[in-house]
């Protein structure tokens, strides 16, 4: 029977995994978050800042991933729901690997997120 209320997966990695995988070259990590998030908390270690509020957003991920739509990609933001929207709406844009980190970078209720974990961050230079 057809749910209405059914979403649809979003494909998850926790941080951990997130960072282990942009380490070695597995994924390209792209924090959508805003600049004034971006100088509260700083980034993750290997992530690529760009905002989903940039008008450019879609040429600037075609860049980052050298126009590869079948390489895998992790999204990461505060706490993992507008990262999750990105990953979940890419694919009709023609990203065929996109993922949501879960947690983001602060946490959800469900999961701790890169910071709680310490795992690495850089400052945003702006």
């Not at 509260?40 to 270690?45: F, P, Q, S, V």
């Not at 505060?78 to 990262?83: E, I, K, L, N």
């Not at 980190?101 to 702006?126: C, D, E, H, N």
Request: with cysteine; charged share 20%.
């Amino acid at each position: 029977m057809f749910n209405l209320f059914q979403k649809p997966a979003i494909t998850e990695i926790d941080p951990k995994t997130a960072h282990e995988e942009a380490k070695k070259g597995e994924l390209v990590l792209v924090d959508v978050r805003s600049p004034n998030e971006w100088m509260k908390t700083g980034l993750a270690e290997p992530a690529v800042p760009i905002s989903l509020q940039d008008p450019q957003f879609l040429q600037k991920l075609e860049e980052v991933t050298g126009g590869d739509r079948d390489r895998k990609v992790a999204f990461i933001c505060a706490s993992g729901a507008r990262s999750g929207q990105v990953a979940l709406a890419l694919p009709q844009y023609g990203w065929n690997n996109a993922v949501n980190v879960a947690g983001g970078m602060t946490g959800s209720f469900r999961t701790p997120g890169w910071i709680q974990l310490g795992l690495p961050t850089k400052p945003y230079g702006g």
